[in-house]
């Protein structure tokens, strides 16, 4: 779409569930609560040169633990599209909640991408509050500072370019460092919101998302998204259900598990 911009695949998998309510996942539900899912989701951005992952989900043990249903295993689940997490060299982390920073050490060989805030977020004063580090995982945090030990973790700093095609942009609120990835593809460029918008709704009715860091900026944030995104058929949600309704399967046999983001939403 645009001229010498490489244009990627753009998948989304799902590889957990969970059964909620309007009012266990909006504040200021409206008082007849009604059902409302949440699909959990890894993404997958490949050309004929690279493969780069976006957020890595969690293990059963701790969705279990949370009461979510694991579906299957979001780096095994890579291979349903042919790729073998152990070579991937690519990871954006967009937060590190515990169903988007799981799973480090089924990377071995990968670099990392994460904001500086979100490090300075999940290691500081913030943590000492419970109600800002139930949704991390201690465990995926210390294996996290490990990795910049370790040499394996690349900071970027607000809005970047990662490569030709692919930029990051900070969207703090729900966490402070949270970003979102803009991918080029062959039908222009897609927003891939993660948890900066869980829901279509989301952005489109600004609704308010019971987990955040900064109610403000959360809210800003879902401004920000459609600014930067154009219209609603170019931003995708981090946890709708409706994005697998929407985008088509890469084949019949993965219907209602991957979606391919770079082809056009049926609405
Ligand atoms: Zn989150
Ligand atoms: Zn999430």
Known sequence: MVADLPEYEIYAIKYAERTGTRGGIFMHADPHDAPLDMDYYVWLVRSAERSIVIDIGFGREEGERRGRTFLRCPAESLGLLGVDPVEVEDVIITHLHYDHAGNLERFPNARFHVQDRELEYVTGRAMTHAALRHAFRL??????????????????????????????????????????????????????????????????????????????????????????????????????????????????????IVARLDLPPAY
């Not at 609120?173 to 829901?199: F, I, K, N, P």
């Not at 019971?210 to 995104?229: A, D, I, K, Q, V």
């Open 139 to 256: 465990e995926d945090v210390q294996e996290m500072v490990a990795l910049v030990y370790g040499e394996r973790v690349i900071f970027h700093n607000g809005d970047e370019e990662l490569c030709a095609g692919i930029s990051l942009h900070h969207m703090p609120g729900h966490t402070r460092g949270l970003q979102s990835v803009r991918v080029h593809s062959q039908r222009g460029w897609v927003l891939l919101a993660s948890d900066a918008a869980h829901y279509y709704e989301s952005i489109e009715q600004e609704v308010t998302f019971t987990t955040h860091e900064n109610l403000f900026e959360m809210h800003e944030s879902y401004r920000r998204l459609r600014r930067l995104g154009g219209a609603m058929t170019h931003i995708v949600p981090g946890h709708d259900p409706l994005v697998l309704e929407r985008y088509p399967a890469p084949a019949p046999e993965l219907s209602g």
